[in-house]
Nanobody, 124 residues
Framework: QVQLVESGGGLVQAGDSLRLSCVAS????????MGWFRQAPGKEREFIAR????????YYGDSVKGRFTISRDNAKNTVYLQMNSLKPEDTAVYYC?????????????????WGQGTQVTVSS
């Protein structure tokens, strides 16, 4: 089992920046690709970003390309999501996820472990 705990969410204004963190425990962190998803009320869970095991490759959803950056520190068992130029439509619960497969997927139910989520609210 892998336990994931997100932090860093909050209430910000449009145009602000925020950095989310997710700390993993339970199994070797470097065995997993890591990712971020988000879910707004009444909407499906949306893929935001993925980073491979070494941190050498990243992938982003179209809605956040150029504004969000995913990174990881394997020594600290932590993955980050730097969010810049935030918009009201970025308001959602943000989830950290771990994937044991090396096959890149944006489909939520193919990821193996999930955190509890952290709320991000962007006011206009």
């Amino acid at each position: 089992q892998v336990q994931l705990v997100e932090s860093g969410g909050g209430l910000v204004q449009a145009g602000d920046s925020l950095r989310l963190s997710c700390v993993a425990s339970g199994r070797p962190f470097s065995n997993y690709a890591m990712g971020w998803f988000r879910q707004a009320p009444g909407k499906e869970r949306e893929f935001i970003a993925r980073i491979n095991r070494s941190g050498g490759s990243t992938y982003y959803g179209d809605s956040v390309k150029g504004r969000f950056t995913i990174s990881r520190d394997n020594a600290k068992n932590t993955v980050y999501l730097q969010m810049n130029s935030l918009k009201p439509e970025d308001t959602a619960v943000y989830y950290c996820a771990a994937d044991a497969s090396s096959v890149v997927t944006k489909i939520p139910n193919r990821w193996d472990y999930w955190g509890q989520g952290t709320q991000v609210t962007v006011s206009s």
